[in-house]
């Protein structure tokens, strides 16, 4: 047994949380997030040359890590420092199923995503999905030249800066059948494809995708991209998790300074036992964030059941930790708590919205439920 | 024990939902439905057609033009107009100030602000919290310090809510540095117009600007618009705080948000089928609505020791907690029930009088936004924790 970071690893969590302290200063996200990307070029190809967006991927894949843990760690750091970047969604997503699936030239994509040079979006959800990953309604059918998709994707994140889409879309069987589900290479400049795009609470963009008629090429074989959807989602909850774990950290830091500075009735609020005791509950539930992170990032790579009920009793825990942590950090400040200048709104709102994606704490207690307990 | 309205409370309560049928706008209620905010005009036009049918100032006595109507009558009103989506009345002059004024006010206060109270001629906004004074309110510092038939005020107010629209605030200010800090406290009126005074807009978390800093720079304000006694303001404050707990559980606002939130679980899908129809989901709705019942009960209980004279004392206090727990709660819920649209930041869908389509299913667009901005309801009136201190005093005796 041992909880201790390798060397490398801890090189990495050093090297990136001293250039994400220097480089995202409360000021600079604001100005990123009136930006057109939702994110900053510059520190995008920061943490490219840093090897961050390598660190997401395997050597085999042209990374050199992509295990759990460093998953874990990357996202760990972006979330404490409240990032906006959507590595999620360029890497994680896009790049895991380019990985996953892609043929030869296709997987020279990586090489540009590792770079900083592309930016990717994964069009899965669909306006009446909510979190069931094989509710496909979005159809393609095979045509002389390629495939021709239409229909209509939900809160795409980071589509509005993306230069290529990886769209799901049915190719055979019912809007509910996990088999039948085909994924597509799309340029968001190709013919058919429209975007509505707006920003997302807790910073980034996003947009409804709307297809029509768009004609794309396939990415791995048709019909059966369920479980590589599966897990690539995996993954993408544990780097989500994890950033929920940074987001908590600082929150809890904020507001364990906030109690020794602030003062009512002639002494620091933390002199009072009802916020002290009340501190020491989200310390303790930051712990147990902690734990299931590790539990996941230890058991990403196992067989899909064991996989997923890791993604689960994780996703569901941090879901309500999250909430009791959002939800005390603002009681705990007052008034200053509510406001939009002060650090810890951005983070509340970040931490907030993770429980709207990849599945709520409700989604994750059915799916435990019935991998683990039914 | 009878759990039923008697025939005429139920007759006074066909006759405030015929009342609203006829006179509440169509405009305001899909305003409020939609949880788009409410411009200065269209508070006011509701303001005056409670006004002309003299139902505006509803826990007035009658000699101020008041309803005279007692608490269980109060709370039908109210409750009838949470029900009916009609837009809240504006508490800062009607249930604030105007108390005040009538138990300590002058004659001449009293005659020349109640009118104008009713008839819409000033917006008044409280002029309370401080940056250092918050929970403790007795460490206020704005000070107005003598000058002839003048005080000069100097200092700061902030969490001024909806000061952007008023032309009034009350104020506590600082007279005294003698004694207790409580005692050296006064309550004064003073015009927003008068040289010296800044508003500035704090944005909240939500996005909206509801509160602001108001700022005082040897403002000049004539000495007849000082509330009874110097340095008896705290008093009065008291007094004002323990009166502003009429309708303190917001029973009508959590009905109309349980009712909201079994809607779009019924129109939101997962997996199929109606939220509404997952099994856990259902729990906890089910669970805040078991709460709701008792919490209603409790409230009736309270109201009814009231309407008999009695004055309530720590019960508030757990209103005030269960209230706002129950509300924060049914928020939550609606926020998780909008799934993936809760995402959005649909800041311009809710702005007033927007037509801003909004990206998903209408009912998620302001789930966040609310449940956000209503994190609030814990934290002003007296914060959950003080309103536990309260409790506690009441009964430990130590
Ligand atoms: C949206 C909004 C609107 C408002 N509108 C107005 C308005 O119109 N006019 C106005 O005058 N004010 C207004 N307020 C101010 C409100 O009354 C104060 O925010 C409130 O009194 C709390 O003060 P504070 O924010 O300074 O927090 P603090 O008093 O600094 O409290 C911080 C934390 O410490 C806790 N705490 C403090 N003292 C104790 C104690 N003794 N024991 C245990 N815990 C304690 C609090 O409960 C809280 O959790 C508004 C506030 C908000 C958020």
Known sequence: ?374 | MDLNYTDAEIAFRDEVRAFLKANLPERLVDRSKHGQSLTKADFEEWHAILNAQGWLASNWPKEFGGTAWNAIERHIFEDEMTKANAPRVVPFGLSMLAPVLQNFGSKEQQDYYLPRILNGDDWWCQGYSEPGAGSDLAAVRTSAVRDGDHYIVNGQKTWTTLGQYANKIFCLVRTSKEGKPQQGISFLLIDMDTPGIEVRPIILIDGTPEVNEVFFDNVRVPIENLVGEENKGWTYAKFLLTHERTNIAGVGFANAGLENLKRIARLEQSGGQPLIKNPHFAARIARVEIELMAMSTTNLRVVSQAAAGQAPGAESSMLKIKGTVIRQEINALTRSAAGTYAMPFASEALEEGSNAEPVGPAYAAPATAQYLNNRKLSIFGGSNEIQRTIITKAILEL
């Open chain 1, 1 to 374: 047994m041992n909880f201790d970071l390798t060397d490398e690893r801890q090189m990495l969590q050093d090297g990136l949380r001293r250039y994400l302290n220097d480089a995202y200063s409360a000021n600079a996200r604001a100005a990123i997030e009136d930006a057109e990307t939702g994110f900053s070029a510059e520190i995008w190809n920061g943490l490219a040359e840093m090897g961050v967006i390598g660190a997401l991927f395997r050597e085999e894949d042209g990374g050199f890590a992509g295990e759990g843990f460093d998953l874990a760690l990357v996202f760990e750091e972006l979330g404490r420092i409240g990032a906006v970047d959507p590595l999620i969604d360029t890497a994680v997503l896009g790049g895991g199923l380019i990985a996953e699936l892609g043929s030869g030239a296709q997987k020279e994509m990586i090489e540009a995503v590792i770079s900083g040079a592309a930016h990717l979006a994964f069009a899965h959800g669909e306006p009446t999905s909510r979190f069931d990953l094989s509710r496909v309604e979005t159809a393609a059918k095979k045509t002389a030249n390629g495939y021709m998709i239409n229909g209509r994707k939900a809160v795409v994140v980071n589509a509005p800066s993306a230069e290529t889409l990886i769209v799901s879309a049915r190719t055979s069987g019912k809007a509910s059948d996990a088999d039948g589900i085909s994924l597509f290479i799309v340029p968001t400049n190709a013919d058919g494809v429209t975007l509505r795009s707006y920003s997302v609470v807790g910073g980034g963009l996003a947009a409804e995708v709307i297809l029509n008629d768009v004609t794309a090429d396939l990415l791995g074989n048709e019909g059966t991209a369920h479980d590589a959807i599966s897990q690539v989602t995996a993954r993408a909850t544990l780097a989500i998790c994890a950033e929920a774990l940074g987001l908590m950290e600082s929150i809890k830091m904020l507001t364990n300074e906030y109690l020794k500075t602030r003062k009512q009735f002639g002494v620091p609020i933390g002199k009072f036992q009802a916020l002290q005791h009340r501190l020491a509950d989200v310390l303790i539930e930051i712990e147990q964030a902690r734990s299931a992170v590790i539990n996941l990032a230890g058991h990403i790579d196992a067989t899909p059941e064991v996989r997923d009920l890791h993604v689960s009793a994780t996703k569901n825990l941090i879901g309500d930790a999250a909430r009791l942590v959002v939800e005390e950090g603002i009681q705990m400040h007052g008034g200053i708590g509510m406001t939009m200048e002060y650090e810890l709104g951005h983070l509340a709102k970040r931490l907030t919205m993770i429980d709207h994606r990849f599945g709520d704490t409700t989604f994750h207690l059915e799916r435990f439920i019935e991998l683990a307990v039914g």
